[in-house]
């Protein structure tokens, strides 16, 4: 599975932003997809992450309420709607695959497949 993240930008406090994954390969839809962010000197850390058929969702407590994590089979996409976005939302996303839906909430290690990050900036 290859991955290709974008919908970045430079946003105010408060605004919403989306972002969206392109995947490819025919076995896309037998994956978890999820979302990390990284901000410089830290590590990277779980965001959102939705199993394959788009029915389980799980959220970091950080995002949960604002953030929506929806994927479109037909399409080999995945996508992160960001609302109220606030400075501490600041990081480079990446997009990421994996068998087992439960492995996102651990952490990066182990996950099989990412896509390049897009940066987003929230400014205050």
């Known amino acids: 599975v290859q991955l290709q993240a974008s919908g970045g930008g430079l946003v105010q406090a408060g605004a919403s932003l989306r972002l969206s994954c392109a995947a490819s390969?025919?076995?896309?839809?037998?994956?978890?997809m999820g979302w990390f962010r990284q901000v410089p000197g830290k590590e990277r850390e779980f965001v959102a992450a939705?199993?394959?058929?788009?029915?389980?969702?799980s959220y970091a407590e950080s995002v949960k309420g604002r953030f929506i994590i929806s994927r479109d089979n037909a399409k080999n996409w995945v996508y992160l709607q960001m609302n109220s976005l606030k400075p501490d939302d600041t990081a480079v996303y990446y997009c990421?695959?994996?068998?087992?839906?439960?492995?996102?909430?651990?952490?990066?290690?182990?996950?099989?497949?990412w896509g390049q990050g897009t940066q987003v900036t929230v400014s205050s």
């Open positions: 390969g025919r076995t896309f839809s037998s994956y978890g």
């Open positions: 939705i199993g394959w058929s788009g029915d389980s969702t």
């Open positions: 990421a695959a994996n068998c087992d839906i439960g492995r996102f909430k651990t952490g990066p290690v182990g996950i099989d497949y």
